[in-house]
């Protein structure tokens, strides 16, 4: 089994958003990140994460187009709520509506065969340009969230498992200090953490590497080429 990752996807497939005003790079994105899955030869037994923003839709109707047509790709697709993800509700609605190898997380975890995933949203941290007092009390509960998802991984974690967790926001403070979210990884003996959020010129200074024991992987899909990168292997 491999473990790919690939986040931001931003579909609009029910109303659509034209991506090019980001960047012409963004043009028809959709179609080469399915060539590109094609092309990476993932099967059915392989686990791709989805580390949030997912869709732009506003409802959960809409939101069902896209995820309809991520449901069709070959391979176990885990997903989380990302910033822009606007059209999740309650975990249960967004259950309801998944079809085919697709799953979502929220403040849990699921296991796999060797592997078990958990994963939240996460929250700018301490020391980033703009941090508020809000942006401190949302710190403090996705804290706490991700501390509940890791704990559940813990609950399902059988010996030889190797540990993921994903994560929207980028789990560096400023300077690529530790925050709360890499002591809670470090603490539960996580292997690899994927995260995404950051697009252009902030992925310069993202942090990708091994860290106290932690891989890291941006895995924004325009900071991958649009290609689902391999992160794993079991």
Known sequence: MRVFAIGDLH???ARPKPMDIFGHHWSDHWPRIRENWAKAGIQDEDVVLIPGDISWAMTIAEAAVDLASIAELPGRKVMIRGNHDYWWSSLTKVRSILSGSTFALQNDAMRFSGLVVCGSRGWSSPGTPGFTQEDQKIYLRELIRMELSLNEA???RQEGDRLIAMIHYPPFGEQLQPTGFTE???RFGVDCVAYGHLHGRSCRSAFEGVQNGVAYHL???????????LIMEL
């Open 11 to 13: 579909l609009s497939l």
């Open 154 to 156: 813990k609950k399902l």
């Open 184 to 186: 809670l990884f470090e």
């Open 219 to 229: 895995t924004s899909c325009d900071h991958l080429g649009f290609a689902p990168k």
